[in-house]
């Protein structure tokens, strides 16, 4: 690295304090011109208080750029009210910084009563609007931070998933314990079993286990119809009898399946791990007619892979996977012109439901791919059946850096023998990709193909800036989060405008998701949104064959 001549380096200007106590002013009269100003006022704004020469248009670069207006309509009033005016504006330095500066701004009459000029009284007050605007900016954070990341189940009001599993990873760098999961299940009449009863049922159930468990153990909804206990710090002996005591409450009120895993400090498995095998533990009892099913020790690793996979394999194989679709709006021509297909899992009390347990845990234990490639085959098909349907495809993250990809959508494209500019490929959870050069690989070839290439959840963290260079980008998802209260929100509004405009430079379509409303409808349109889609435009559909 070279080293700069001395006289190449920047000099810092020398620290100045601010001047709160002493008092600074301009006189400017109409009459040739003319403006004068105090040497104090020189020195704050950095000239020579020697300086001849002096001119409005000196004085007015010394104006924040942002603040010209202010300062000239404060001025404006002054002169023709006659009467003083107060204004607090920027005054840049001669060194490039600036400070704050309240301003009097006081017309002089002439002998006939007429404004012949103004006289303005300039006082540095850095510190007090420094401390104002540092209020400001903290009550701002305050309004727009979430105040907690422990979000509540709606239906039931427990801990998530995701929340809960961080909760086992924090047991698990603690002591010991056991991880209990429960499946609750109407009787098998198929009245009892309809989502309103069964959504019923799950509430009560999740009451009755708060009242059952002591208040230390942690409670979460885990599944569909699955409420997981953390015994934290409690021996064997103890969580056993504890479930026992729970399982007996909740057989009186629904069917009852569990699976009981113990864990010691440090233990290999980790939540998701944990929760696997609790979660195999109560099919197990389901299947052996029993109430619960112990798990001394946690699987091994490479066991639960290929027990995991096996599972995915049967759902697969026995139509346990479905598909759903949801128009999207293209904003210029007010028609739906493209649709997303959704993956949904069959469950066994109130029909379809979202994938988001199943693919979680098939990302963390390499088991993704084989249901990514069974939604591209579905897609395929459905698009040769029906031409000029143009389909977009979500895929892992995982799935996009697997060199297998390529190869098998390449395939596919043949057996079909369709429009490929009918697919446009999403790709989700880009903080997976494992293998970046492998999805750069993908993409290239997939447009080359002539597909599309849509980055999902574009804002929330996963979809990083980075990605729009790095991928050959058609279009990208804002992340619904940002939507729901867009038209209340400001500051949702400012991030959403900017992440149009970054998109629109790079030369990037935008969609933007969870649209439940005719204004924030609308209020997307002033922003430049590409399209749109949300209940507003349609909720997601079973697919029926031959049409969308």
Not at 7 to 30: K, V
Not at 60 to 79: F, M
Not at 102 to 110: I, R, S
């Amino acid at each position: 690295m070279t080293v700069p001549d001395e006289r190449e380096r920047y000099t810092l200007p020398e620290p100045r304090q601010p001047a709160e106590d002493q008092a600074a002013w301009f006189t400017y009269t109409a009459a040739g011109d003319q403006i004068v100003w105090s040497a104090v006022l020189s020195t704050m704004i950095g000239r020579d208080p020697e300086e001849r020469g002096k001119t409005r248009q000196i004085l007015s670069r010394h104006v924040h750029r942002d603040d010209h207006a202010k300062a000239l309509g404060a001025i404006t009033e002054a002169w023709t009210s006659q009467n003083t005016v107060h204004t607090t504006v920027r005054l840049m330095r001669a060194d490039g910084g600036w400070f704050d500066a309240d301003c009097a701004l006081e017309p002089m009459a002439g002998p006939d009563g007429a404004v012949r000029g103004i006289r303005g009284t300039v006082r540095d007050v850095s510190a007090r609007e420094r401390a104002r605007r540092e209020s400001a900016r903290l009550t701002r954070r305050g309004e727009t931070v979430q105040a907690s990341l422990i979000e509540p189940d709606p239906a039931t009001g427990l801990l998530t998933r995701a929340r809960f599993a961080d909760e086992i990873d924090r047991a698990l760098r603690g002591a010991g314990g056991a991880l209990l999961v429960v499946r609750v299940q109407a009787g098998q009449d198929p009245i009892a079993v309809r989502p309103d009863r069964n959504a019923d049922l799950l509430h009560r159930a999740a009451r009755l286990v708060e009242e059952t468990v002591r208040p230390e153990h942690l409670i979460g909804r885990v599944g569909p119809n699955e409420i997981a206990v953390l015994f934290a710090n409690v021996t064997w002996r103890a969580a056993r009898e504890q479930t026992r005591a729970l399982i007996a409450a909740l057989s009186a009120v629904a069917g009852t399946w569990s699976g009981l895993v113990r864990f010691e400090r440090d233990a290999e498995a980790g939540s998701h791990g944990l929760l696997i095998d609790a979660e195999q533990a109560w099919r197990q009892s389901r299947e052996a007619g029993r109430p619960i099913t112990l798990v001394a020790h946690p699987v091994p690793v490479r066991d639960r892979q290929g027990s995991y996979r096996t599972r995915v394999a049967d759902a697969l194989g026995t139509d346990r996977f479905t598909l759903y679709s949801q128009p999207i709006l293209e904003l210029q021509t007010n028609r739906v012109t493209r649709h997303e297909l959704l993956l949904r899992v069959l469950d066994e009390t109130d029909g379809p439901q979202s994938p988001i347990q199943v693919l979680d845990t098939a990302e963390r234990l390499d088991a993704v791919f084989d249901i990514d490639l069974w939604v591209v085959d579905r897609a395929m098909r459905l698009a040769a059946e029906q031409p000029g349907l143009c389909l977009q495809v979500n895929l892992s993250g995982r799935s996009v850096g697997d060199p297998r990809l390529t190869a098998e959508v390449e395939k596919l494209l043949e057996r079909y023998a369709l429009d490929p500019a009918q697919l446009t490929f999403e790709i989700t959870e880009t903080a997976l990709i494992g293998n970046l050069s492998e999805a750069r690989r993908f993409a290239d070839r997939v447009r080359d193909l002539g597909c599309g290439l849509a980055l999902d959840d574009f804002g929330s963290g996963y979809a990083s800036f980075r990605y729009l260079r790095l991928f050959p980008i058609d279009l990208v998802k804002i992340d619904g989060e940002y939507v729901v209260d867009l038209v209340d929100n400001p500051q949702d509004q400012v991030l959403v405008r900017a992440l149009v405009q970054v998109c629109q430079a790079y030369g990037i379509h935008t969609v933007a998701e969870f649209v439940q409303d005719e204004a924030t409808l609308r209020m997307l349109r002033e922003l430049g949104v590409d399209y749109v889609q949300g209940y507003l435009i349609g909720r997601p559909e079973a697919i029926v064959p031959g049409r969308l």
